[in-house]
């Protein structure tokens, strides 16, 4: 059982998951085994831990500095959360210095797909959006003048940096209400957002990387999501 889940994990991590629903009737026995994946999944091109080449298994710490170049890619999991970090990406892990748990991240430039706990607060910074997030899926680009937002499924708190009264607090189940949260001067910080740039496909990698499904995807024949957020 375990090698089944690790041989489907590493074709998932390295793009080579089947269709969704494929993938998710594939999932119901590997996750049986209940293991967690740890520290780097994937390293696609120039990826880098606090400049130093990312290789799988090296993990991902609080106070690290993770940098993706043009072409490249980092998958990982630090504690109970997994990340995709698109290309041109850099993102400050915070928490406890050294620490494997992470309670916040600060996205600098680019795009990052994340699945986080449910019941952990965390909080997820750009130049432009403060967002609190308990237990979600949340997927973060950084444009010129703009943060989007999708709170793919779950809660997270929705903040404009430029102006503290500008707060929406989203609640979803599939990408319902994405957002983008603009700089100071616009007439509207907060606006409503299509999806773009991450798929369903993506986040049941990484929930899978630690041992979960997204709650848009329950279990084959059973009415209940795993995520249980």
Same mark, same amino acid.
């Given at each position: @059982?375990?090698?089944?889940?690790?041989?489907?994990l590493r074709g998932a991590a390295a793009g080579a998951a089947a269709?969704?629903?494929?993938?998710?009737?594939?999932?119901?026995?590997?996750?049986?085994?209940?293991?967690?994946?740890?520290? %780097?999944?994937?390293?696609?091109?120039?990826?880098?831990?606090?400049?130093?080449?990312?290789?799988?298994?090296?993990? %991902?710490?609080?106070?690290?500095?993770?940098?993706?170049?043009?072409?490249?890619?980092?998958?990982?999991?630090?504690?109970?959360?997994?990340?995709?970090?698109?290309?041109?990406?850099?993102?400050?892990?915070?928490?406890?210095?050294g620490g494997l748990v992470v309670s916040g991240l600060r996205l600098?430039?680019?795009? @990052?797909?994340?699945?986080? *706990?449910?019941?952990?607060?965390?909080?997820?910074?750009?130049?432009?959006?403060?967002?609190?997030?308990?237990?979600?899926?949340?997927?973060?680009?950084?444009?010129?003048?703009?943060?989007?937002?999708?709170?793919?499924?779950?809660?997270?708190?929705?903040?404009?940096?430029?102006?503290?009264? *500008?707060?929406?607090?989203?609640?979803?189940?599939?990408?319902?209400?994405?957002?983008? %949260? @603009?700089?100071?001067?616009? =007439?509207? @910080?907060?606006?409503?957002? =299509?999806?773009?740039?991450?798929?369903?496909?993506?986040?049941?990698?990484?929930?899978?990387?630690?041992?979960?499904?997204?709650?848009?995807? =329950?279990?084959?024949?059973?009415?209940? =999501?795993?995520?249980?957020?």
């Amino acid at each position: @059982m375990r090698a089944e889940r690790r041989r489907w994990l590493r074709g998932a991590a390295a793009g080579a998951a089947a269709p969704l629903a494929l993938a998710l009737a594939s999932l119901r026995a590997a996750l049986a085994s209940g293991e967690i994946e740890k520290g %780097v999944a994937r390293a696609r091109g120039d990826a880098r831990i606090s400049g130093a080449p990312a290789r799988q298994g090296a993990d %991902v710490r609080a106070g690290d500095i993770v940098t993706t170049g043009p072409a490249s890619e980092l998958v990982f999991v630090a504690g109970r959360d997994a990340f995709l970090v698109r290309a041109n990406t850099r993102v400050e892990v915070q928490g406890e210095k050294g620490g494997l748990v992470v309670s916040g991240l600060r996205l600098l430039t680019g795009a @990052m797909l994340s699945v986080f *706990a449910p019941g952990e607060a965390k909080r997820l910074q750009t130049q432009t959006a403060i967002i609190g997030i308990r237990g979600t899926g949340i997927y973060v680009e950084i444009e010129p003048s703009r943060t989007y937002v999708c709170t793919c499924y779950g809660e997270a708190e929705i903040e404009a940096a430029a102006d503290p009264s *500008a707060r929406e607090t989203v609640r979803t189940t599939h990408h319902d209400q994405p957002r983008f %949260v @603009m700089a100071k001067g616009a =007439p509207q @910080m907060l606006m409503a957002a =299509p999806v773009i740039n991450h798929t369903d496909a993506e986040l049941t990698m990484l929930e899978a990387l630690v041992g979960r499904f997204p709650p848009f995807a =329950p279990w084959p024949g059973e009415d209940r =999501p795993l995520h249980g957020y």
